[in-house]
């Protein structure tokens, strides 16, 4: 129980500030829940969709029909969401992979991509491993300022002309202090790059889903990627990933995915089906409930006197809510408070560690039922200046709540020794 006066004073004070804020999160919550809905309406959803396959998985009802109504709901020509994406770096690299060809130029701007992409592009070189520039793809990035460059991707498009394969964008700031794109941002690039190329813009998706009324596919994105264990599995689906955008670009994502002339075909659902489907189900509601922790995270530290962003009051694009605390120690203090006031694992003290895919130490506090689940309440930062936490989840604003109360309570005991 939480028994600290300050934190009590300053969660009521949040709670009333946001009552509008969190009203707007319930309305888009409720339209995105209505496309849900109809879509399984009109592609008649029923019990046997709901089983799986083994095997080959040939003529997998379930797994069709969620690729139909992933693609609906995603206002994508086809989609394809599967158990077996073992990760959103998995799907990411299908998508890299079933589009670039050796020769290729991946123009990344948003600056440099997400960690984990560091060894599958081969930002430091061709190592034997099997990376993109093993293979003979090429990369260059346009850094960021404050939002996109679009004059710097205007000149890289014209000094790289058509060998430019793929414009790849990351919506959300991954482990870097910059801002999330908006759709309609992701859609500027998407009209500058088809003003002046043939190459496929590619969204990195995670964190994004469902948090504003369409995606970039919307606005003319050719493919967009995620995880299953973020937004669009709602807390239900406890693996899997996710393709979907137009159906050129799908279908060579689809013979990466298995292999050429065989593509979506095949492939066995076994038990996952309905954990997907609930998944998608609850999704909307489970992502409002991660917005409202997140802004109430945002009120509650900036009260305390830490850099957060965005602010409260600020448009969201993703659920990530970053706070800055300078030190290494109040940063700790922070991710154990949230590991304490977690459903799973209250008792497990997080330390920093060498985990694979990372340049740094990183801290890691996810008591989650699913495991790394980001969509659950979980904060996560690498040991390195101006050490920022990644905070983001909640399946729901209740126990995001206690947990957003758990870790200020922490970080005031740590600051008092």
Not at 160 to 180: A, D, E, L, P, W
Not at 200 to 209: I, K, L, R, T
């Amino acid at each position: 129980m939480i028994t600290n006066e300050k934190i009590l004073k300053i969660t009521e004070e949040a709670e009333e500030k946001l009552d509008k804020i969190f009203k707007q999160f319930d309305k888009t919550a409720y339209k995105n829940t209505v496309k849900i809905m109809e879509a399984f309406s009109c592609h008649r959803v029923d019990e046997s969709c709901l089983k799986g396959t083994t095997g080959y998985g040939y003529g997998d009802k379930g797994r069709d029909t969620l690729d139909e109504i992933w693609a609906e709901v995603f206002g994508a020509e086809r989609a394809f969401v599967r158990h077996n994406i073992v990760s959103g770096t998995h799907a990411l690299t299908i998508g890299l992979f079933g589009i670039l060809r050796p020769g290729d130029i991946m123009l990344s701007v948003t600056g440099k991509p997400y960690d984990t992409l560091d060894e599958v592009i081969g930002i430091n070189g061709a190592d034997g491993t099997g990376s993109l520039a093993d293979f003979g793809v090429e990369y260059r990035q346009v850094d960021m300022k404050g939002g996109v460059d679009l004059e710097g991707v205007k000149n890289a498009l014209s000094e790289y002309g058509q060998r430019v394969k793929m414009v790849f964008i990351q919506r959300s700031k991954g482990y870097m202090n910059r801002k999330t794109l908006s759709c309609e941002e992701i859609g500027e690039v998407v009209k500058l790059t088809k003003s002046m190329s043939d190459a496929f813009v590619v969204v990195d998706n995670c964190y994004g889903e469902f948090v504003e009324e369409c995606e970039p596919t919307a606005y003319g994105a050719d493919l967009i990627i995620g995880s299953l264990i973020k937004n669009p599995g709602g807390g239900m689906a406890e693996t899997g990933g996710y393709l979907a955008g137009t159906a050129k670009a799908v279908e060579l994502c689809s013979y990466r995915f298995t292999c050429p002339g065989v593509g979506l075909e095949c492939g066995a659902s076994l038990d996952q089906n309905k954990n997907m489907y609930r998944g998608l189900f609850y999704a909307p509601h489970t992502v409002a409930a991660s917005l409202k922790t997140a802004a109430l995270a945002a009120y509650t530290f900036e009260k305390l006197g830490y850099e957060v962003s965005p602010r409260y009051d600020e448009d969201r694009h993703d659920i990530i809510q970053t706070i800055q605390f300078l030190a290494k120690e109040p940063l700790c203090a922070f991710c154990r408070g949230i590991q304490a006031g977690s459903p799973v694992d209250a008792y497990v003290t997080p330390e920093p560690w060498d985990m694979p895919g990372y340049s740094d130490e990183v801290i890691m506090a996810a008591g989650t039922f699913v495991s790394g689940a980001s969509i659950e309440l979980s904060a996560d930062a690498p040991i390195r200046a101006p050490y920022t936490a990644f905070f983001q989840g909640g399946l729901t604003y209740e126990s995001g709540k206690y947990g957003i109360m758990t870790s200020a309570e922490y970080l005031l005991k740590e600051l008092e020794k």
